[in-house]
């Protein structure tokens, strides 16, 4: 996992950010993005792409990311993804993931094949970068408990549609509740589900 940031120091690249995302798919609630910059000194945490670890693995890394690592988080609201569309919330919540960070990056390592459009900092955008890069999983681990913490404050709000289980993506149970009840505040009402 430290192969490409390794790489990256020699070619003199020190602050190396990691960039990912939590929330492109589902019906309801933000999407958030994480921006990492891992200090290799001090981290020692278990860190892998985020759904492949169990939940309380992701809080112990998350807690350890936040004690030793900087972090900038963003998110886009459910009103700015239907604005703009799910793509356009996506970059726009890591601007400000990256935004929020305290020193601006060298470098940043992006999830997934598209670069973030109008950053000033050169960037590499990494497919299935939260397996091959220790930054980009870190972030991947930062966004979705962010976004998780998130839709569980939106469970106790809105319970009838389970949010604190589902997270706000489209199982047979939310669907359900949508046709009973309708949508609530926090649904992106630009996604559209085949059976409502």
């Not at 239907?82 to 356009?88: A, R, S, T, V």
């Not at 050169?122 to 998780?148: C, F, H, T, Y």
Request: charged fraction near 25%.
């Amino acid at each position: 996992m430290w192969t490409m940031e390794n790489k990256l120091r020699e070619h003199g690249f020190s602050r190396i950010v990691g960039i990912d995302e939590a929330g492109r798919g589902p019906l309801a609630g933000p999407v958030v993005a994480a921006a990492v910059q891992v200090i290799p000194e001090s981290f020692s945490a278990e860190v892998r792409d985020s759904k492949r670890l169990a939940p309380r693995k992701r809080e112990q890394a998350y807690e350890e990311i936040f004690r030793t690592c900087q972090v900038g988080v963003g998110l886009a609201t459910v009103e700015e993804i239907d604005e703009l569309n799910i793509l356009q919330a996506t970059f726009l919540a890591m601007k400000r993931a990256i935004g929020a960070l305290s020193t601006a990056p060298d470098i940043c390592l992006v999830d997934g094949p598209l670069d973030i459009p109008g950053l000033p900092w050169p960037q590499k955008a990494i497919v299935k970068g939260d397996n091959l890069s220790i930054s980009i999983a870190a972030a991947s681990i930062v966004a979705k408990v962010e976004r998780d913490r998130l839709m569980d404050h939106y469970a106790q709000l809105y319970p009838v549609y389970n949010f604190g289980q589902n997270k706000g993506y489209a199982t047979k149970e939310h669907r359900n509740s949508i046709q009973k009840n309708g949508r609530c505040p926090v649904h992106r009402r630009s996604f559209r589900c085949a059976d409502l």
